[in-house]
């Protein structure tokens, strides 16, 4: 149980947020020509900007290779710019996979065989995609 707080009282020090400068007025033009590209070519746009991401799993979106401001989205549907915005799908399910078998030598001389299997689990999508 201490154990537990003091890792989440390590972790909190390492917070993520967006550029705090905002987005330059280049970004801005290009975010503006993407969206007047999504209404002019309207009905085939939308199968492109529109994602959706399942209730086990969060989206953290960059605008031009920046940390978008409100953090992980989902469940649900999302709305990305095409050619400005990308994405990436974190999964939150506790995954499992095992180590291979190590032969050990002790030193009394006597072979051992270890194996292992490795749980982890991701609690904060946006520290797991940035801090990495």
Same mark, same amino acid.
């Given at each position: 149980?201490?154990?537990?707080?003091?890792?989440?009282?390590?972790?909190s020090h390492f917070q993520v947020s967006p550029d705090p400068e905002g987005p +330059?007025?280049?970004?801005?033009?290009?975010?503006? #020509?993407? /969206?007047?590209? $999504?209404?002019?070519?309207?009905?085939?746009? @939308?199968?492109?900007?529109?994602?959706?991401?399942?209730?086990?799993?969060?989206?953290?979106?960059?605008?031009?290779?920046?940390?978008?401001? +409100?953090?992980?989205?989902?469940?649900?549907?999302? #709305?990305? /710019?095409?050619? $400005?915005?990308?994405?990436?799908?974190?999964? @939150?399910?506790?995954?499992?996979?095992?180590?291979?078998?190590?032969?050990?030598?002790?030193?009394?001389?006597?072979?051992?065989?270890?194996?292992?299997?490795?749980?982890?689990?991701?609690?904060?999508?946006?520290?797991?995609?940035?801090?990495?």
């Open positions: 149980m201490y154990h537990q707080r003091l890792v989440k009282r390590r972790i +330059g007025c280049c970004a801005m033009l290009l975010a503006m #020509f993407s /969206l007047l590209l $999504i209404i002019a070519t309207m009905p085939i746009s @939308l199968c492109m900007c529109i994602k959706v991401v399942q209730e086990y799993e969060r989206a953290v979106i960059f605008r031009l290779g920046r940390l978008r401001k +409100g953090g992980a989205k989902g469940p649900g549907i999302f #709305f990305v /710019l095409p050619c $400005i915005d990308s994405y990436k799908k974190v999964d @939150l399910r506790t995954v499992s996979f095992d180590v291979p078998p190590q032969e050990v030598l002790s030193r009394d001389s006597v072979t051992v065989t270890v194996d292992a299997v490795v749980y982890y689990r991701v609690s904060n999508p946006t520290m797991a995609t940035n801090n990495v």
